[in-house]
Protein backbone atom coordinates (compact mmCIF):
# COMPACT_ATOMS: atom_id res chain seq x y z
CA UNK A 1 0.00 0.00 0.00
CA UNK A 2 2.80 2.35 0.82
CA UNK A 3 4.42 2.60 -2.50
CA UNK A 4 1.18 2.54 -4.36
CA UNK A 5 0.38 5.77 -2.26
CA UNK A 6 3.68 6.84 -2.90
CA UNK A 7 3.00 6.44 -6.67
CA UNK A 8 -0.39 8.15 -6.67
CA UNK A 9 1.12 10.99 -5.19
CA UNK A 10 3.96 11.61 -7.49
CA UNK A 11 1.44 11.04 -10.31
CA UNK A 12 -0.60 14.04 -8.93
CA UNK A 13 -1.50 16.72 -11.90
CA UNK A 14 -0.38 19.73 -11.30
CA UNK A 15 -3.92 21.23 -11.99
CA UNK A 16 -5.25 18.79 -9.57
CA UNK A 17 -6.99 20.95 -6.71
CA UNK A 18 -5.09 19.24 -3.59
CA UNK A 19 -7.30 21.58 -1.33
CA UNK A 20 -10.54 19.64 -2.35
CA UNK A 21 -9.04 16.27 -1.14
CA UNK A 22 -7.93 17.56 2.05
CA UNK A 23 -11.94 18.70 2.50
CA UNK A 24 -13.31 15.80 2.02
CA UNK A 25 -11.11 13.36 3.93
CA UNK A 26 -11.24 16.45 6.77
CA UNK A 27 -14.79 16.60 6.83
CA UNK A 28 -15.42 12.54 7.27
CA UNK A 29 -12.80 12.62 10.01
CA UNK A 30 -14.42 15.51 11.89
CA UNK A 31 -17.95 13.40 12.01
CA UNK A 32 -16.07 9.99 13.09
CA UNK A 33 -14.61 12.09 15.41
CA UNK A 34 -17.38 13.94 16.81
CA UNK A 35 -19.53 10.60 16.64
CA UNK A 36 -17.38 9.15 18.96
CA UNK A 37 -17.28 11.96 21.46
CA UNK A 38 -20.91 12.38 21.75
CA UNK A 39 -21.75 8.66 22.37
CA UNK A 40 -22.40 7.99 26.42
CA UNK A 41 -22.91 4.65 26.71
CA UNK A 42 -23.04 3.22 30.29
CA UNK A 43 -24.13 -0.19 31.39
CA UNK A 44 -28.19 0.99 31.26
CA UNK A 45 -28.04 1.82 27.56
CA UNK A 46 -26.81 4.42 25.16
CA UNK A 47 -27.22 8.11 25.09
CA UNK A 48 -25.78 11.83 23.77
CA UNK A 49 -23.27 13.78 25.54
CA UNK A 50 -24.08 16.55 24.38
CA UNK A 51 -27.76 15.86 25.67
CA UNK A 52 -26.06 15.78 29.18
CA UNK A 53 -23.82 18.24 28.69
CA UNK A 54 -25.88 21.07 26.91
CA UNK A 55 -23.25 23.39 27.51
CA UNK A 56 -21.33 21.48 24.91
CA UNK A 57 -23.36 22.53 22.02
CA UNK A 58 -22.06 25.14 20.47
CA UNK A 59 -19.00 22.54 19.76
CA UNK A 60 -21.36 21.37 16.71
CA UNK A 61 -20.78 24.32 15.15
CA UNK A 62 -17.14 23.37 14.97
CA UNK A 63 -18.21 19.93 14.54
CA UNK A 64 -21.15 19.33 12.33
CA UNK A 65 -19.18 19.56 8.91
CA UNK A 66 -21.17 17.52 6.38
CA UNK A 67 -22.28 21.06 4.46
CA UNK A 68 -18.16 20.86 3.89
CA UNK A 69 -18.50 17.41 2.37
CA UNK A 70 -21.72 18.06 0.29
CA UNK A 71 -20.21 21.60 -1.43
CA UNK A 72 -16.55 19.26 -1.73
CA UNK A 73 -19.17 16.89 -3.75
CA UNK A 74 -20.98 19.94 -5.61
CA UNK A 75 -17.29 21.01 -7.19
CA UNK A 76 -16.02 17.15 -7.64
CA UNK A 77 -19.47 16.78 -9.52
CA UNK A 78 -19.28 19.61 -12.16
CA UNK A 79 -15.89 18.77 -13.16
CA UNK A 80 -16.33 15.00 -13.14
CA UNK A 81 -19.73 15.30 -15.30
CA UNK A 82 -18.34 18.41 -17.78
CA UNK A 83 -15.18 15.88 -18.47
CA UNK A 84 -18.05 13.12 -19.79
CA UNK A 85 -19.37 15.92 -22.04
CA UNK A 86 -16.60 17.08 -23.74
CA UNK A 87 -15.38 13.19 -24.14
CA UNK A 88 -18.78 13.01 -26.59
CA UNK A 89 -18.34 15.68 -29.16
CA UNK A 90 -19.11 13.47 -32.07
CA UNK A 91 -22.50 12.69 -30.91
CA UNK A 92 -26.01 15.01 -31.10
CA UNK A 93 -26.41 16.98 -27.69
CA UNK A 94 -29.32 15.11 -26.72
CA UNK A 95 -27.64 11.91 -26.91
CA UNK A 96 -24.63 12.82 -25.56
CA UNK A 97 -26.02 14.58 -22.68
CA UNK A 98 -28.00 10.85 -22.08
CA UNK A 99 -25.19 8.82 -22.11
CA UNK A 100 -22.44 10.82 -20.32
CA UNK A 101 -25.67 11.01 -17.55
CA UNK A 102 -25.95 7.16 -17.44
CA UNK A 103 -21.95 7.11 -17.19
CA UNK A 104 -21.74 9.67 -14.81
CA UNK A 105 -24.00 7.47 -12.72
CA UNK A 106 -22.47 4.63 -12.79
CA UNK A 107 -19.60 5.78 -12.09
CA UNK A 108 -20.38 7.65 -8.89
CA UNK A 109 -22.18 5.02 -7.79
CA UNK A 110 -19.96 2.31 -7.98
CA UNK A 111 -17.77 4.37 -5.74
CA UNK A 112 -20.34 5.04 -3.31
CA UNK A 113 -22.36 1.65 -3.27
CA UNK A 114 -19.33 -0.58 -3.61
CA UNK A 115 -17.90 -0.11 0.43
CA UNK A 116 -21.37 0.69 1.20
CA UNK A 117 -23.15 -2.74 0.15
CA UNK A 118 -20.18 -4.55 1.79
CA UNK A 119 -20.90 -2.95 5.21
CA UNK A 120 -24.62 -3.17 4.28
CA UNK A 121 -24.57 -6.97 3.59
CA UNK A 122 -21.80 -7.83 6.13
CA UNK A 123 -24.00 -6.69 9.08
CA UNK A 124 -27.29 -7.82 7.48
CA UNK A 125 -25.88 -11.05 7.73
CA UNK A 126 -24.75 -10.83 11.18
CA UNK A 127 -28.06 -9.51 12.69
CA UNK A 128 -29.90 -12.32 11.52
CA UNK A 129 -27.37 -14.82 12.67
CA UNK A 130 -28.10 -13.00 16.01
CA UNK A 131 -31.18 -12.69 16.20
CA UNK A 132 -31.32 -16.37 14.90
CA UNK A 133 -29.81 -17.49 18.03
CA UNK A 134 -32.04 -14.78 20.23
CA UNK A 135 -30.00 -12.04 20.67
CA UNK A 136 -30.31 -9.09 19.73
CA UNK A 137 -31.33 -7.02 23.30
CA UNK A 138 -28.80 -4.76 25.20
CA UNK A 139 -26.03 -3.30 23.70
CA UNK A 140 -26.43 -5.73 20.85
CA UNK A 141 -30.21 -4.41 20.08
CA UNK A 142 -28.84 -0.82 20.25
CA UNK A 143 -26.01 -1.64 17.66
CA UNK A 144 -28.31 -2.96 15.71
CA UNK A 145 -30.70 -0.51 15.16
CA UNK A 146 -28.02 2.67 15.22
CA UNK A 147 -25.07 0.93 13.39
CA UNK A 148 -27.13 1.63 9.96
CA UNK A 149 -27.55 5.60 10.83
CA UNK A 150 -25.22 7.04 9.30
CA UNK A 151 -25.98 6.14 5.99
CA UNK A 152 -28.09 9.11 5.78
CA UNK A 153 -25.51 11.02 3.98
CA UNK A 154 -24.79 8.34 1.66
CA UNK A 155 -28.12 8.73 0.57
CA UNK A 156 -28.53 12.35 0.37
CA UNK A 157 -24.92 12.22 -1.61
CA UNK A 158 -26.82 9.71 -3.82
CA UNK A 159 -29.33 12.65 -4.75
CA UNK A 160 -26.99 15.01 -5.16
CA UNK A 161 -25.14 12.82 -7.48
CA UNK A 162 -28.22 12.23 -9.42
CA UNK A 163 -29.72 16.14 -9.70
CA UNK A 164 -26.09 17.31 -10.93
CA UNK A 165 -26.41 17.72 -14.63
CA UNK A 166 -30.19 19.51 -14.11
CA UNK A 167 -29.01 21.67 -11.23
CA UNK A 168 -25.78 22.52 -13.47
CA UNK A 169 -27.63 23.52 -16.35
CA UNK A 170 -29.26 25.95 -13.89
CA UNK A 171 -25.86 27.23 -12.95
CA UNK A 172 -24.66 28.02 -15.60
CA UNK A 173 -27.79 30.34 -16.63
CA UNK A 174 -27.86 31.91 -13.40
CA UNK A 175 -24.71 31.76 -11.07
CA UNK A 176 -24.89 32.47 -8.10
CA UNK A 177 -29.40 33.43 -8.73
CA UNK A 178 -29.50 29.29 -8.88
CA UNK A 179 -27.75 29.13 -5.53
CA UNK A 180 -29.97 32.07 -4.53
CA UNK A 181 -33.26 30.33 -5.36
CA UNK A 182 -32.71 26.88 -3.50
CA UNK A 183 -31.95 29.01 -0.63
CA UNK A 184 -34.81 31.22 -1.27
CA UNK A 185 -36.99 28.29 -1.19
CA UNK A 186 -35.68 27.04 2.27
CA UNK A 187 -36.58 29.97 3.74
CA UNK A 188 -39.83 29.73 2.21
CA UNK A 189 -40.36 26.65 3.89
CA UNK A 190 -39.55 27.46 7.17
CA UNK A 191 -41.70 30.26 7.25
CA UNK A 192 -45.00 27.79 5.86
CA UNK A 193 -43.58 25.26 8.59
CA UNK A 194 -43.04 27.71 11.44
CA UNK A 195 -45.18 30.85 10.87
CA UNK A 196 -48.03 28.82 8.67
CA UNK A 197 -47.90 25.13 10.58
CA UNK A 198 -48.44 23.82 7.05
CA UNK A 199 -47.74 20.15 7.41
CA UNK A 200 -45.04 17.88 6.04
CA UNK A 201 -43.88 21.00 4.03
CA UNK A 202 -40.41 20.63 6.24
CA UNK A 203 -39.33 17.74 4.89
CA UNK A 204 -38.64 19.49 1.47
CA UNK A 205 -35.83 21.15 2.88
CA UNK A 206 -34.07 17.67 2.86
CA UNK A 207 -33.54 18.83 -0.96
CA UNK A 208 -33.59 22.77 -0.53
CA UNK A 209 -30.63 23.09 1.93
CA UNK A 210 -28.11 20.60 0.92
CA UNK A 211 -28.76 20.92 -2.84
CA UNK A 212 -28.05 25.00 -1.64
CA UNK A 213 -24.69 23.62 0.14
CA UNK A 214 -23.87 21.34 -3.29
CA UNK A 215 -24.53 24.30 -5.55
CA UNK A 216 -21.96 26.27 -3.70
CA UNK A 217 -19.28 23.60 -5.15
CA UNK A 218 -20.30 24.28 -8.86
CA UNK A 219 -19.52 28.11 -8.27
CA UNK A 220 -16.22 27.28 -6.69
CA UNK A 221 -15.60 25.17 -9.83
CA UNK A 222 -15.93 27.93 -11.93
CA UNK A 223 -14.03 29.84 -9.57
CA UNK A 224 -16.66 32.41 -8.52
CA UNK A 225 -16.26 32.32 -4.84
CA UNK A 226 -12.58 34.54 -4.01
CA UNK A 227 -11.55 36.02 -0.60
CA UNK A 228 -14.04 38.52 -0.28
CA UNK A 229 -16.87 36.37 -1.26
CA UNK A 230 -15.91 33.79 0.94
CA UNK A 231 -15.33 36.09 3.59
CA UNK A 232 -19.05 37.58 2.99
CA UNK A 233 -20.34 33.98 3.11
CA UNK A 234 -18.19 32.88 6.78
CA UNK A 235 -19.18 36.62 7.87
CA UNK A 236 -23.13 36.52 7.13
CA UNK A 237 -23.43 32.98 7.63
CA UNK A 238 -22.15 32.94 11.22
CA UNK A 239 -24.38 35.57 12.09
CA UNK A 240 -27.52 34.92 10.74
CA UNK A 241 -27.23 31.52 12.38
CA UNK A 242 -26.69 33.29 15.58
CA UNK A 243 -29.90 35.22 14.97
CA UNK A 244 -31.87 32.43 13.97
CA UNK A 245 -30.86 30.16 16.59
CA UNK A 246 -31.39 33.68 19.35
CA UNK A 247 -34.73 34.70 18.02
CA UNK A 248 -36.00 32.13 15.91
CA UNK A 249 -37.22 28.84 16.90
CA UNK A 250 -33.97 26.82 15.88
CA UNK A 251 -31.89 24.99 18.38
CA UNK A 252 -28.58 26.00 19.55
CA UNK A 253 -27.31 21.97 18.18
CA UNK A 254 -26.57 21.78 14.62
CA UNK A 255 -26.66 17.99 15.23
CA UNK A 256 -30.11 15.95 16.15
CA UNK A 257 -30.36 15.94 19.95
CA UNK A 258 -32.71 13.27 21.51
CA UNK A 259 -36.36 14.11 22.11
CA UNK A 260 -36.14 17.96 20.99
CA UNK A 261 -39.17 18.68 19.18
CA UNK A 262 -37.12 20.91 16.93
CA UNK A 263 -34.09 19.67 15.12
CA UNK A 264 -31.87 21.70 12.58
CA UNK A 265 -31.18 18.50 10.33
CA UNK A 266 -33.95 16.28 10.33
CA UNK A 267 -35.05 17.78 8.30
CA UNK A 268 -32.58 20.48 7.59
CA UNK A 269 -33.30 23.88 8.89
CA UNK A 270 -32.64 27.79 7.64
CA UNK A 271 -30.00 27.51 10.39
CA UNK A 272 -28.52 24.86 9.21
CA UNK A 273 -28.20 26.65 5.61
CA UNK A 274 -26.77 29.50 7.22
CA UNK A 275 -24.15 27.41 9.43
CA UNK A 276 -23.50 25.72 6.34
CA UNK A 277 -22.81 29.24 4.52
CA UNK A 278 -20.53 30.29 7.38
CA UNK A 279 -18.07 26.49 7.26
CA UNK A 280 -18.11 27.11 3.10
CA UNK A 281 -16.67 30.28 3.18
CA UNK A 282 -14.42 29.38 6.17
CA UNK A 283 -12.97 26.69 5.17
CA UNK A 284 -12.47 29.11 1.47
CA UNK A 285 -10.76 31.34 4.03
CA UNK A 286 -8.34 29.11 4.30
CA UNK A 287 -7.24 27.68 1.17
CA UNK A 288 -4.12 29.68 0.29
CA UNK A 289 -2.37 28.77 3.57
CA UNK A 290 -3.48 24.92 3.06
CA UNK A 291 -2.76 25.01 -0.73
CA UNK A 292 1.13 25.58 0.64
CA UNK A 293 0.98 23.11 3.40
CA UNK A 294 -0.17 20.22 1.21
CA UNK A 295 2.69 21.20 -1.31
CA UNK A 296 4.92 19.69 1.15
CA UNK A 297 5.35 15.27 -0.05
CA UNK A 298 4.63 13.96 3.04
CA UNK A 299 1.53 15.98 3.99
CA UNK A 300 -0.25 15.26 0.35
CA UNK A 301 0.93 11.21 0.59
CA UNK A 302 -0.88 11.46 3.74
CA UNK A 303 -3.81 12.98 2.13
CA UNK A 304 -3.79 10.32 -0.61
CA UNK A 305 -3.55 7.49 1.83
CA UNK A 306 -6.71 8.85 3.36
CA UNK A 307 -9.10 9.12 0.76
CA UNK A 308 -8.57 5.71 -0.34
CA UNK A 309 -10.25 4.48 3.06
CA UNK A 310 -12.56 7.61 4.24
CA UNK A 311 -15.79 5.92 3.48
CA UNK A 312 -14.70 3.05 4.43
CA UNK A 313 -13.63 4.59 7.73
CA UNK A 314 -16.46 6.06 8.28
CA UNK A 315 -18.91 3.29 6.86
CA UNK A 316 -17.38 1.65 10.05
CA UNK A 317 -16.49 3.90 12.74
CA UNK A 318 -19.57 3.36 14.91
CA UNK A 319 -19.16 -0.47 14.24
CA UNK A 320 -15.99 -0.23 15.84
CA UNK A 321 -17.17 2.09 18.36
CA UNK A 322 -19.81 -0.17 19.90
CA UNK A 323 -17.43 -2.99 19.51
CA UNK A 324 -15.10 -1.26 22.17
CA UNK A 325 -17.93 -0.69 24.25
CA UNK A 326 -19.19 -4.17 23.89
CA UNK A 327 -15.44 -5.78 24.87
CA UNK A 328 -15.30 -3.00 27.83
CA UNK A 329 -18.43 -4.31 28.85
CA UNK A 330 -17.73 -7.88 28.36
CA UNK A 331 -13.92 -7.68 30.36
CA UNK A 332 -16.04 -5.63 33.34
CA UNK A 333 -14.33 -2.42 32.73
CA UNK A 334 -16.17 0.09 34.38
CA UNK A 335 -17.82 2.52 32.22
CA UNK A 336 -18.53 5.57 34.56
CA UNK A 337 -21.20 7.74 34.43
CA UNK A 338 -20.85 10.89 31.93
CA UNK A 339 -19.60 13.46 32.29
CA UNK A 340 -17.90 12.50 35.44
CA UNK A 341 -14.06 12.80 35.90
CA UNK A 342 -13.46 9.05 35.60
CA UNK A 343 -15.43 9.35 32.00
CA UNK A 344 -13.56 11.81 30.61
CA UNK A 345 -10.20 9.75 31.68
CA UNK A 346 -11.71 7.15 29.84
CA UNK A 347 -12.01 8.77 27.01
CA UNK A 348 -8.61 9.10 25.45
CA UNK A 349 -8.72 5.27 25.88
CA UNK A 350 -11.60 4.36 24.31
CA UNK A 351 -10.96 6.95 21.42
CA UNK A 352 -7.51 4.72 20.97
CA UNK A 353 -9.45 1.90 20.79
CA UNK A 354 -11.88 2.64 18.50
CA UNK A 355 -9.39 4.30 16.00
CA UNK A 356 -7.45 0.71 16.01
CA UNK A 357 -10.44 -1.51 15.72
CA UNK A 358 -11.80 0.85 12.84
CA UNK A 359 -8.23 0.56 11.45
CA UNK A 360 -8.53 -3.25 11.29
CA UNK A 361 -11.96 -3.08 9.46
CA UNK A 362 -10.69 -0.89 6.85
CA UNK A 363 -7.64 -3.34 6.28
CA UNK A 364 -10.24 -6.04 5.99
CA UNK A 365 -12.58 -3.99 3.62
CA UNK A 366 -10.65 -1.13 1.97
CA UNK A 367 -10.23 -3.72 -1.31
CA UNK A 368 -14.46 -2.64 -1.53
CA UNK A 369 -13.28 1.30 -2.07
CA UNK A 370 -11.19 0.84 -5.05
CA UNK A 371 -12.80 1.84 -8.42
CA UNK A 372 -14.34 -0.98 -10.43
CA UNK A 373 -13.31 -1.49 -14.49
CA UNK A 374 -14.52 1.27 -16.09
CA UNK A 375 -17.05 0.67 -18.96
CA UNK A 376 -16.33 -0.12 -22.29
CA UNK A 377 -14.33 2.77 -23.95
CA UNK A 378 -16.20 4.95 -26.42
CA UNK A 379 -19.27 2.99 -26.85
CA UNK A 380 -22.55 5.07 -27.27
CA UNK A 381 -24.90 4.68 -24.69
CA UNK A 382 -28.15 2.67 -24.99
CA UNK A 383 -31.71 4.65 -25.91
CA UNK A 384 -33.21 5.93 -22.55
CA UNK A 385 -30.16 4.42 -20.63
CA UNK A 386 -30.34 8.36 -19.14
CA UNK A 387 -34.23 7.98 -17.46
CA UNK A 388 -33.38 3.99 -16.69
CA UNK A 389 -29.88 4.95 -15.01
CA UNK A 390 -32.41 8.09 -12.95
CA UNK A 391 -34.79 5.47 -11.83
CA UNK A 392 -32.26 3.50 -10.22
CA UNK A 393 -30.79 6.10 -8.69
CA UNK A 394 -33.57 6.80 -7.17
CA UNK A 395 -34.67 3.36 -6.51
CA UNK A 396 -30.72 3.61 -4.38
CA UNK A 397 -31.64 6.78 -2.40
CA UNK A 398 -34.71 5.14 -1.04
CA UNK A 399 -33.21 2.43 -0.63
CA UNK A 400 -29.89 3.61 1.43
CA UNK A 401 -32.04 6.19 3.37
CA UNK A 402 -35.27 3.66 4.38
CA UNK A 403 -32.11 1.55 5.51
CA UNK A 404 -30.39 4.33 7.97
CA UNK A 405 -34.18 5.00 9.22
CA UNK A 406 -35.15 0.87 10.17
CA UNK A 407 -31.52 -0.31 11.03
CA UNK A 408 -31.03 -4.31 11.34
CA UNK A 409 -32.80 -4.65 14.42
CA UNK A 410 -36.21 -7.03 14.23
CA UNK A 411 -35.57 -9.07 11.15
CA UNK A 412 -37.21 -11.52 12.65
CA UNK A 413 -40.43 -9.48 14.24
CA UNK A 414 -40.99 -7.95 10.19
CA UNK A 415 -40.05 -4.27 12.04
CA UNK A 416 -40.57 -1.46 9.64
CA UNK A 417 -40.02 2.17 9.36
CA UNK A 418 -41.80 5.16 7.60
CA UNK A 419 -40.01 6.43 4.72
CA UNK A 420 -41.80 9.53 3.34
CA UNK A 421 -44.86 8.05 4.63
CA UNK A 422 -44.41 4.35 3.53
CA UNK A 423 -43.82 1.40 6.02
CA UNK A 424 -39.85 -0.31 4.90
CA UNK A 425 -38.23 -2.78 6.07
CA UNK A 426 -34.29 -3.71 6.01
CA UNK A 427 -34.69 -6.59 3.78
CA UNK A 428 -36.91 -4.39 1.19
CA UNK A 429 -34.20 -1.52 1.61
CA UNK A 430 -31.49 -3.58 1.09
CA UNK A 431 -33.61 -5.38 -2.25
CA UNK A 432 -34.31 -1.44 -3.28
CA UNK A 433 -30.53 -0.39 -3.61
CA UNK A 434 -29.70 -3.46 -5.10
CA UNK A 435 -31.99 -3.37 -7.88
CA UNK A 436 -31.52 0.43 -8.32
CA UNK A 437 -27.87 -0.69 -8.51
CA UNK A 438 -28.40 -3.09 -10.92
CA UNK A 439 -30.47 -0.63 -13.29
CA UNK A 440 -27.80 1.84 -13.00
CA UNK A 441 -24.64 -0.33 -14.34
CA UNK A 442 -26.95 -1.82 -17.31
CA UNK A 443 -27.73 2.19 -18.32
CA UNK A 444 -23.86 2.85 -17.74
CA UNK A 445 -22.78 -0.05 -18.87
CA UNK A 446 -22.09 0.78 -22.56
CA UNK A 447 -21.47 4.74 -21.80
CA UNK A 448 -17.80 4.53 -21.05
CA UNK A 449 -15.18 6.91 -22.60
CA UNK A 450 -11.55 6.86 -22.37
Not at 22 to 39: C, K, N, Y
Not at 184 to 206: Q, T
Request: hydrophobic letters at 55%.
Amino acid sequence: MGSSVRELAGATPATRDRYVDLLRVASLGAVVLGHWLMAAVTPDGVGNLLAVVPALQPLTWLLQVMPVFFFVGGFSHALSYRSLLRKRPEAAPGAAADSAYSAFLRARLQRLLRPTMAFVLVWGAAALLVQLLGGGGGLTGVTLRMVTQPLWFIGIYLAMVAFTPPLLKLHERYGWGAFAGLAGAAVVVDVLRFAAGVPYVEFLNFAFVWLAVHQLGFLRADGRIHLRRAALLAGGGLVTATALVAFGPYPLSMVGMPGEKVSNMAPPTLALLAHGLWLVGAVELLRAPAARLLERPRVWRTVVAANGVAMTAFLWHLTAMFGVYGALLALDVALPEPPSAAWWAQVPLRLALAAALTAALVAAFRTFERPAAPATPGTPGSPGAGPLAALGATLCLLGVLGLSIVGFGGLLDGRTALLIAIPVSAPAAVAMTLGGWLLVERAGRGAGVR
